[in-house]
Nanobody, 122 residues
Framework: QVQLVESGGGLVQPGGSLRLSCAAS????????MAWYRQAPGNQRDSELV?????????DYIDSVKGRFTISRDNAKNTVYLQMDSLKPEDTAVYYC??????????????WGQGTRVTVSS
């Protein structure tokens, strides 16, 4: 079994910062691309891809978070992070991590975390 556990969400004022973490555990041989998605309140259909990071550390971001968010990973800990600075009310959402994981018994699969809520409000 493979599990992704997220932490770090909460309530923050506009302009503040939060750091999200997502740790993968279980029968893992390797992890390829890791990513953060978010789903805004009232939007039950679509989630938005916020940032991605490859195993070699190449990153990509949606335009609305460039210069404010930083994705990083610790391959030894099978963990991905999302540092969020200069937060805006429109960043309010449930944030999910996703990882493309090779299991010990073989095969590559996408796994998702349970989600962590970020609320930006004064």
């Amino acid at each position: 079994q493979v599990q992704l556990v997220e932490s770090g969400g909460g309530l923050v004022q506009p302009g503040g910062s939060l750091r999200l973490s997502c740790a993968a555990s279980g029968s893992i041989r390797s992890i390829s691309t890791m990513a953060w998605y978010r789903q805004a309140p009232g939007n039950q259909r679509d989630s938005e891809l916020v940032a991605t990071i490859t195993i070699s550390g190449n990153t990509d971001y949606i335009d609305s978070v460039k210069g404010r968010f930083t994705i990083s990973r610790d391959n030894a800990k099978n963990t991905v992070y999302l540092q969020m600075d200069s937060l805006k009310p429109e960043d309010t959402a449930v944030y999910y991590c996703k990882a493309n994981i090779q299991r010990l018994l073989g095969g590559w699969y996408d796994y998702w975390g349970q989600g962590t809520r970020v609320t930006v409000s004064s």
